[in-house]
C-alpha cells in the first residue's frame, strides 16, 4: 500500500509539474520543437539540475529509498532497438506535440482530443510488446545447422 501510494503522489507530482510548465498543452511543445519558444528548455534543465542533486544526495542523506530499497546506480547494456525507438518516440512528439506523460496530465485539464494520440501510443506500445516477444522465441529457438 505505501508503494502505491509513493506512485500516484509521484506521479501526481510529476503531472502537476508538466501542466504547471506547459508540457501538456501541444501548441506550446511544437512550439518548442521549433525553435520559436525555449520555456519548455528551460523547464527540462531545472528538472535535470533537481534529478541530478538529488540522485548524488539522496544515498549520501539515507540508506535506503522512501520505501525501503537500497539505491542502486547499476549501468544496464542498452539494448538493440534503443536507438530506433528512440527516432519513432521522437517523431511521433514532434507530429503529435505530446510524449506520454505529458499526454495523460493533459487529460487532467480536460484536453480531450488527447485520447487519440494516447490511442496510437498505446497501440504502438502494443504492437512493439508483439515485436519484442516475436524476436526473443526466434532467438530462444534452437538452430538447425543440418546442410
Known amino acids: 500500500m505505501k508503494r502505491l501510494i509513493a506512485i500516484?503522489?509521484?506521479?501526481?507530482?510529476?503531472?502537476?509539474?508538466?501542466?504547471?510548465g506547459g508540457m501538456t498543452r501541444p501548441e506550446v511543445v511544437l512550439s518548442f520543437l521549433q525553435l520559436?519558444?525555449?520555456?519548455?528548455?528551460?523547464?527540462?534543465?531545472?528538472?535535470l539540475a533537481v534529478t541530478t542533486i538529488g540522485y548524488h544526495l539522496a544515498p549520501r542523506l539515507r540508506s535506503t529509498t522512501l520505501l525501503g530499497l537500497p539505491f542502486s546506480h547499476q549501468v544496464k547494456r542498452m539494448l538493440p532497438g534503443t536507438v530506433p525507438?528512440?527516432?519513432?518516440?521522437?517523431?511521433?512528439?514532434?507530429?503529435?506535440?505530446?510524449?506520454p506523460g505529458a499526454a495523460v496530465a493533459s487529460l487532467g485539464i480536460g484536453n480531450g482530443p488527447v485520447l487519440?494520440?494516447?490511442?496510437?501510443?498505446?497501440?504502438?506500445?502494443?504492437l512493439q510488446g508483439l515485436l519484442s516477444e516475436s524476436l526473443a522465441r526466434q532467438a530462444a529457438r534452437p538452430q538447425n545447422d543440418m546442410v
Open 116 to 126: 487519440i494520440g494516447l490511442a496510437g501510443m498505446f497501440l504502438g506500445a502494443y
Open 85 to 99: 525507438g528512440a527516432v519513432i518516440f521522437g517523431v511521433g512528439w514532434g507530429l503529435s506535440g505530446l510524449c
Open 36 to 47: 520559436r519558444d525555449f520555456g519548455l528548455l528551460l523547464l527540462m534543465a531545472s528538472a
Open 8 to 20: 500516484l503522489l509521484g506521479g501526481g507530482l510529476f503531472g502537476y509539474g508538466l501542466a504547471l
